[in-house]
């Protein structure tokens, strides 16, 4: 049977042809319906839609744009059959252009809103969203409201924004009211799906330490708990430019994504929005996720570093105590005190005391210190150096390094 009704299409092709080749349309659009007509019951969608573009071609030479617009739909509803919605996308964009020409405007924001399901259905929902923004949501026509397809539309990027599961109900309710073609229902059907998948998707984001400090490396997991059979197909990362990427993303799992960052200083920064593509059976999506995490100070680590291990001279011969004070840490240090303590038999050469201050030390700063000393007498001791300073929390802290000193007469 298939075979009958696929001869008797070409047979009317043909002849289609030669009354288009002749400038008979009618009688060439007549000829086109039936090999349409007789290609769809053998199943020969392409060339169905084939035909279909034969009628729009006899509609635009006779300038009759408002009929063009009709074939051209026509094609678009066979080849979304197959779930081809990019061709789709083609020729609902030559609808656009023929309603152009008759000012039929509620028809126009009707295919936009054909095209914004078809971006949607192939997992581009940023497209089909923002086209729904531009040409949808700004128009004043009132029969926009009556309009089954707009408000279908409507109603799926709604959903997606507010990842609402409560419109899952109504979006089934509208699809059985529509009583749309086969090629449009595939196209329903396959954003009803689409979009249950992504609502009642279910995404984390989580680091590896609760309390995370500037200068702290953590590891970020990206991870779908729901659906089950849901899949990282791709990712894209972002965050706030003050941290480093330490170790760039890997895939733990189908399902799990993990990378390194490092924060350079405190704040409330932001992880993402992390870009996912997610794949489950045969529909792709994308999902988003960010998070905020509080980064408190990094801890300053201050050490003082001898020159020399020990001090030897002779009485009353001048040497000089070198203390370089290093920041190790992660963080800054402020209010920095360093106090050299000395005995009585030990005595400044220069300066008006022991006790020297400094503003700040950043991470791996440094900053050297030096006294002019010289021994009175014979003496065989430890001089105490005294650091105290306090961290970006206010916290204090000290450190005392022994410094040996020997002066022999």
Known sequence: MSQKFAEKALKSYQKGEKHLASGKYKKSISEFQKAMDFFIKSDEIERAEKCSLKICENFIIEKKYYEAAGAAFRAAELILRDKKFKNAIKHYQSV??????????????????????????????????????????????????KN??????????????????????????????????????VLLETIQQIVRYYVESIITITTDKKEIRAGDVIEVS???????????????????????????????????????????????LKIGPISLICKIHEFEFPLKIQKIIDILPGMPELQILKAVPELITTVGNPVTVALNLKNSGKGECININLLLELPDEIQLLEGIGTAKKLHSLGPLEEFLFTFRIAAASKINTRLSAVLTYEDMEGKQHQTVESIPFKAES
């Open 96 to 145: 656009i252009d023929f309603y152009g020409k008759v000012d039929a405007a509620i028809e126009i924001l009707e295919i936009y809103s054909l095209i914004a399901l078809c971006n949607i259905a192939q997992g581009k929902f940023d497209d089909g969203i923002d086209l729904i923004k531009k040409k949808i949501a700004k128009s004043t026509f009132p029969q926009i409201s």
């Open 148 to 185: 089954k397809i707009i408000q279908f539309g409507i109603l799926i990027v709604n959903t997606i924004l507010q990842k609402n599961a409560e419109n899952l109900g109504e979006i089934d309710e509208q699809i059985r009211k529509l009583k749309a073609d086969q090629g449009i229902s």
């Open 222 to 268: 990206i991870e779908l708990k729901r659906p089950e059979e849901l899949k990282i197909r791709d990712s894209e990362l972002a965050f706030d430019k003050i941290f480093d990427l330490y170790e760039d993303k890997q895939i733990a799992s189908d399902n799990q994504i993990i990378f390194k960052l490092r924060p350079r200083i405190q704040g409330n």
